[in-house]
């Protein structure tokens, strides 16, 4: 239990409410029930929470309304997103409800306090953050500044950013595509069979096809790296500095390991200068750029809404239009009516 709630974090407790406790446990060991990443968030929540509960001597759990009122707000004082504050409050909520107890969050108080929280943020000019676009002008860019640098690591950099982008798949998903995941359709284009995504869980199989540009690029990777011969390892895997492949069988490549391949394709595309910040972040591409980019291009070249939703495997439209929100910014209807206005 004290994995997730540190001794004295919580209120006395009677022998009649000792099930607590057991409650925590029993959530503790069905963390796997659970993505990693929401598990990380959470031990990270619960640490900063439990510092401020001990600091302030407020409880963590059960937590009251005033408390957490008290604590969104502290966090907004530090200046932490409205976004941030919002998972703060969702995985205390969280919490509560496997613990069994009533979610402080139910109360008018903190829905007032969460309504103030944004409404303050909104006014003073808090926009939500978003990645720098990778696209398919810039993957051309890439590949032709790479063309000449055939080397192993090059090789695999250009696969990857051929597959996140032509699957709009996060990094992490990717990652996990194996090397006997990958089928061949009948004209030989390639078709990658994956195992689940954050919001896709179920014992189906994902399927993604690329096209015949992307599926040459994998196919010179799997080849030239000799993973061809290793069905079991990661389709990327890392490459020693004496240019020797080493393939990974238990774990796909770390997270930084990933994101390191955005920021050489954003040197080898020529860029000098970092972008203007957003939210003090994404002043080059990230890990989350292929899949903004991706989704982007398609809303350009006038593909609808459920068509890009089922590519990028969105579950809400609202989610994806904070992507593409500046590509639709023209297409509303009081545009198209003052543009084809006929006088």
């Given at each position: 239990m004290d994995e997730i709630i540190p001794k004295g974090a919580l209120l006395p407790l009677s022998s009649a409410d000792d099930d607590l406790a057991q409650r925590l446990r029993e959530f503790v060991q069905d963390k796997e029930a659970f993505a990693p990443n929401?598990?990380?968030?959470?031990?990270?929540?619960?640490?900063?929470?439990?510092?401020?509960?001990?600091?302030?001597?407020?409880?963590?759990?059960?937590?009251?309304?005033?408390?957490?009122?008290?604590?969104?707000?502290?966090?907004?004082?530090?200046?932490?997103?409205?976004?941030?504050?919002?998972?703060?409050?969702?995985?205390?909520?969280?919490?509560?409800?496997?613990?069994?107890?009533?979610?402080?969050?139910?109360?008018?108080?903190?829905?007032?306090?969460?309504?103030?929280?944004?409404?303050?943020?909104?006014?003073?000019?808090?926009?939500?953050?978003?990645?720098?676009?990778?696209?398919?002008?810039?993957?051309?860019?890439?590949?032709?500044?790479?063309?000449?640098?055939?080397?192993l690591r090059n090789l695999r950099d250009l696969a990857f950013l051929h597959v996140a982008y032509s699957t709009l798949m996060r990094i992490s998903e990717v990652a996990r595509f194996r090397v006997g995941d990958v089928m061949r359709a009948e004209d030989g284009r390639i078709i990658l069979e994956g195992s689940w995504t954050k919001t896709i869980l179920d014992t189906g199989s994902l399927v993604k096809a690329l096209g015949s540009k992307s599926s040459a690029v994998l196919t010179r990777w799997i080849v030239a790296s000799g993973l061809i011969n290793e069905p079991d390892a990661f389709l990327f895997s890392p490459v020693h500095r004496s240019g020797k492949v080493m393939p990974m069988i238990d774990a796909p490549m770390s997270t930084p390991a990933l994101k390191s391949i955005f920021t050489r394709a954003w040197e080898a595309a020529g860029h000098t200068h970092t972008a203007k910040p957003n939210k003090n972040r994404y002043r080059r591409w990230s890990g989350h750029s292929a899949r903004v980019g991706a989704a982007q291009d398609l809303a350009r070249k006038g593909y609808s809404v459920p068509q890009i939703m089922q590519e990028g495997t969105w579950k809400k439209p609202e989610t994806l239009m904070r992507y593409i929100r500046y590509v639709e910014a023209h297409k509303g209807a009081m545009v198209d009516l003052m543009e084809n206005h006929d006088e």
């Open positions: 929401t598990w990380r968030q959470l031990m990270s929540v619960m640490r900063v929470c439990y510092r401020w509960a001990s600091a302030n001597n407020r409880s963590l759990l059960p937590m009251s309304p005033e408390d957490l009122r008290d604590y969104l707000s502290y966090l907004q004082s530090i200046g932490r997103a409205s976004s941030t504050i919002g998972t703060h409050q969702s995985l205390i909520t969280m919490l509560h409800r496997n613990a069994g107890v009533i979610p402080p969050s139910t109360s008018p108080l903190v829905s007032r306090a969460v309504k103030k929280i944004n409404r303050v943020a909104v006014v003073s000019g808090e926009r939500t953050g978003q990645a720098v676009p990778f696209r398919l002008s810039d993957l051309q860019k890439v590949e032709a500044a790479w063309a000449d640098h055939q080397n």
